[in-house]
């Protein structure tokens, strides 16, 4: 099993930052990638950022340039360094954790933290 807290959302005008982080706690030894995920009101869960345990990181186009996505092995942490927010970056924000084993995938959450960019 595997928790998660992410951390670090709030309000922000247009063009601020916002870093988020996700502590990661129990066995972390069979976890292949982490990433962020968002989900907006009224539209569904998509992935932001992805970063495979020793492999690529992949965002998705619309933060391309302005988000980056780091791991902290030492202490288990994932973070989402968010420059030039706009106002379509508002959503809930959540961190996951993925495991790939015999019988499948298996696909851990946070609770979420939400982000609002408004003026």
């Known amino acids: 099993q595997v928790q998660l807290v992410e951390s670090g959302g709030g309000l922000v005008q247009p063009g601020g930052s916002l870093r988020l982080s996700c502590a990661a706690s129990?066995?972390?030894?069979?976890?292949?990638?982490m990433g962020w995920y968002r989900q907006a009101a009224g539209k569904a869960r998509e992935l932001v950022a992805v970063?495979?345990?020793?492999?690529?990181?992949t965002y998705v186009d619309s933060v391309k340039g302005r988000f980056t996505i780091s791991r902290v092995n030492a202490n288990n942490t994932l973070y989402l360094q968010m420059n030039n927010l706009k106002p379509e970056d508002t959503a809930v924000y959540y961190c996951?954790?993925?495991?790939?084993?015999?019988?499948?995938?298996?696909?851990?959450w946070g609770q979420g933290t939400q982000v609002t960019v408004s003026s």
């Open positions: 996951n954790a993925a495991e790939f084993g015999p019988s499948g995938k298996t696909d851990y």
């Open positions: 129990g066995s972390m030894v069979n976890i292949n990638a």
């Open positions: 970063k495979v345990t020793g492999g690529v990181t």
